[in-house]
């Protein structure tokens, strides 16, 4: 009251509002400092229930690779989230008869409720936190609200909700998954390949050359490049047979990229003239992961190609063959009469004697 006295006794205009405004800023800071003070009490808080909850949990969690343990106690509402993190980082890393046990105790608590209230959650972090629980719980019930999470434009989100898809039923999700994954082109290939070896590797190779036949020129590259992270079959090899007649360029580079068999070996030779320097690329990493001795002569050919990153790669690829030794590449670069092929040589060796 005597503040507001002493503010209403102020005549001049101008020092009275200067006085209203200096007060309303302190006003603002002893505010925001409160808040920073709740924030900080409110953290140190959580950070003390989570560790309390992990207490509790972790070797709950822990004794399920044993047995079932007994006298679980009820999960309580503030140790809701750092469970859901536990049981799904268990889940991620144990399987068989201890995942059924897990599954068992997620049952128990009630965890499919909790998660399918986190998927309705507008905090990012929470509903892909339900997202992913679901998915190891193989809760059908979620399959269309996953359908329309793929359809998002969140990369991390609908990658996430594919793999929940292929966690509850891989032989549904990957054959609805295959032609999206052609569209979605945002989606790591490394999460994508790993996501695919979740399936059945007869299926997964049934469904790519079901997808390959139906797709366009233009995206068969794409397609074939989840073959190098994916399971291997050999109809794959018959496959990229029929495929490498193909007059594109891109399509030739990746089955020689991807090539894991004999096939691939003659067709990596086949190609070791190529006018295009990616596919000579190529040629380069498949001669020096299968090639046998007499591909020592292309790889000694190709480190006086025009491109650096093919002399590069077929110098590395040389020195990487089981046969080639240390003494074999210098007698190879002193008989070298390209500079080019000598340079890159020595690089290489001098490459390999600082590791």
């Known amino acids: ?15 009275y509002y200067l006085a209203n405004g200096v007060l309303i800023i302190n006003a603002l800071v002893i505010l925001l400092l409160i808040q920073v003070i709740i924030i ?10 989570n560790d309390i909850g992990r207490k509790i949990w ?13 006298n679980i106690p009820k999960l309580q509402h503030k140790h809701r989230h750092v469970f859901l993190h536990e049981w799904n980082k268990f889940y991620f890393m144990l399987r068989g008869e201890t995942a059924d046990r897990l599954q068992k105790l997620s049952r128990q608590q009630g965890l499919d409720i909790i998660a399918k209230k986190y998927v309705q959650n507008k905090n990012m972090q929470k509903k892909l936190l339900g997202i992913i629980t679901l998915g190891h719980m193989q809760e059908y019930s979620i399959w269309n609200k996953l359908i329309d999470f793929t359809h998002s434009e969140h990369s991390i989100l609908s990658l996430t909700a594919a793999q929940a898809l292929v966690d ?22 490394a999460r994508v390949a790993m996501m695919l070896n979740s399936a059945d590797s007869t299926q997964l190779t049934t469904t790519l050359s079901k997808t390959i036949e139906k797709a366009s020129i233009n995206d068969i590259p794409h397609i074939l490049k989840f073959l190098s992270s994916s399971h291997f079959d050999p109809k794959i090899s018959k496959l990229c047979k029929r495929l490498s007649n193909s007059d594109d360029n891109r399509i030739i580079s990746t089955c020689i990229k991807i090539a894991k068999d004999e096939y691939g070996l003659i067709l990596a030779r086949e190609h070791a003239n190529s006018s295009e320097w990616h596919i000579r690329l190529h040629v380069a990493t498949a001669l020096g992961r299968m090639g046998l001795q007499e591909d020592v002569k292309i790889l000694i050919k190709l480190m006086s190609d025009t491109e650096w990153w093919v002399r590069y790669r077929s110098a590395q690829s040389l020195a990487q063959m089981p046969f080639i030794h240390l003494t074999d590449l210098k007698q190879i670069r002193n008989k070298l009469q390209d500079r080019y092929a000598r340079d890159i040589l020595q690089q290489v060796i001098s490459e390999q004697a600082l590791n």
Do not use: C
Not at 58 to 70: H, S, T, W
């Open 1 to 15: 009251m005597v503040l507001f006295s002493a503010l209403n006794s102020i005549s001049d205009p101008v020092l």
């Open 40 to 49: 900080r009490i409110y953290g140190v808080y959580q950070h003390r229930s």
């Open 58 to 70: 972790r070797p709950i969690l822990a004794e399920m690779m044993q047995a079932y343990p007994e």
């Open 168 to 189: 509850i039923d891989s032989k549904s999700a990957v054959a609805y998954l295959m032609p999206h994954i052609i569209k979605r082109r945002d989606w790591p290939l």
